[in-house]
């Protein structure tokens, strides 16, 4: 065995090695100046919360083209993002918007839909460190916006006229109709612009009108919206618009079923009934939300005011391309991009 006192030595040799290596170790570190992130979240993320309007996530509309601009952020600008669904008829959107706020990270909070008007007002007094939008924001006229809330809106009056115009001109029938969601003043503007487009290239169309419902629950009912399309379809039109949101899909379900034609809103929906849909009056949605995080992010936000995503942009626009192009013929087309110049010259004059 080899006595304690000659391994003594070499034990306080290799100890002093090992805490001469651990302290330079320590030391480089410092002086690279290196620090270890979080493995889930990266530094400095610019983290956006959204909630959404009743019908949620796969509306296949309005909250859909929401959560689209969420996803191009993400790609584009490399956000983080989170989201919370409405319960029922969403009468918990002032909790969800407090949620999001309440949460350190979020520097961005986006309600979807004009019935967050009121609410989000509120909190974003009251949490005036933090950033907000509001798609369709509709507030009382003379309302004093606060200065960290953008309202969002878009031309849909402008839109709808085109929408109006294009069921006119290739109805067979002399017969149209329109389908609203929730009867209030935003979804008025889309069938007075619809109505007002339709007689405009024809003044003796009939126009069929039905709401599904006064509540927010209204753009979340399809049965209801396909109950409404079969009784205007029965009663001689052709051609229905919808403005309903979730549903609306009730209303193309009825196009299926009957052979004749829908015109979808907010996105392009040409692809949930082929041969159907003879167009759709789309609000860029998805762009209007991308731009608003994008602005924030580089502090232009455009802060206590209602800021237009319009036709001249053609944020606010109708669809036209190979999936209906059958439908909508070089005339028809260029008929409609006549009323479309008019519109933004001046020529015929629309008051939103």
């Known amino acids: 065995m080899t ?20 302290l330079f170790l320590v030391l480089f570190t ?6 270890t992130a979080p493995v889930s979240k990266k530094a400095g993320t610019y983290k956006v919360g959204l909630v959404f309007d009743v019908g949620g996530r796969g509306d296949k509309s309005f909250n859909d083209a929401a959560y689209h601009g969420l996803e191009l952020a993400k790609q584009k600008l490399d956000i983080d993002f989170d989201y919370i669904e409405p319960q029922g ?6 909790a969800a918007l407090r949620q999001m706020a309440a949460d350190p990270d979020v520097r961005l909070i986006i309600g979807v839909g004009l019935l967050f008007t009121d609410d989000i007002a509120t909190i974003s007094r009251e949490f005036p460190d933090k950033k907000f939008a509001c798609i369709d924001y509709n507030p009382q006229p003379g ?9 969002i809106v878009f031309e849909e009056k402008k839109g709808s006229f085109l929408a109006g115009a294009i069921a006119a001109l290739k109805s067979k029938t002399g017969t149209i109709g329109f389908i609203g969601g929730m009867d ?28 599904i ?13 396909k109950e409404l399309a079969l009784g205007q ?11 309903a949101g979730a549903s609306g899909q009730g209303v193309i379900e009825a196009s299926r079923e009957t052979g004749k034609l829908v015109i979808c809103t907010d996105m392009d929906q040409a692809y949930l009934a082929p041969g159907q849909v003879l167009t759709s009056m789309i609000k860029a949605v998805d762009q209007a939300v991308l731009a608003t995080i994008e602005d924030a992010m580089n502090n ?42 008019d519109i933004l010259e001046g020529r015929i004059r629309i008051k939103e």
């Open 300 to 341: 232009r936000f455009p802060g206590g005011a209602q800021r237009v995503f319009g036709l001249g942009g053609r944020y606010t626009d109708y669809v036209w391309n190979s999936d209906n192009a059958a439908l909508i013929d070089p005339s028809l087309r260029e008929r409609i991009e006549k009323i479309r110049t």
């Open 143 to 151: 309302t004093v916006i606060p200065s960290n809330l953008s309202g």
């Open 30 to 35: 410092a002086c690279t100046g290196k620090k």
């Open 233 to 243: 379809f029965s009663r001689g039109a052709d051609i229905i618009y919808e403005a």
């Open 89 to 94: 008829e969403g009468a918990d959107r002032e």
């Open 184 to 211: 209030s003043n935003i979804i008025r503007k889309f069938e007075t612009g619809y109505t007002e487009g339709a007689r405009y290239v024809r003044p003796d169309i009939r126009i069929i009108s039905g709401f």
């Open 213 to 225: 419902g006064m509540t927010g629950s209204a753009f979340n009912d399809p049965s209801k919206g």
């Open 3 to 22: 006595p304690a006192r000659f391994l003594s030595p070499l034990f306080r040799i290799s100890s002093f090695l090992v805490l001469f290596l651990v």
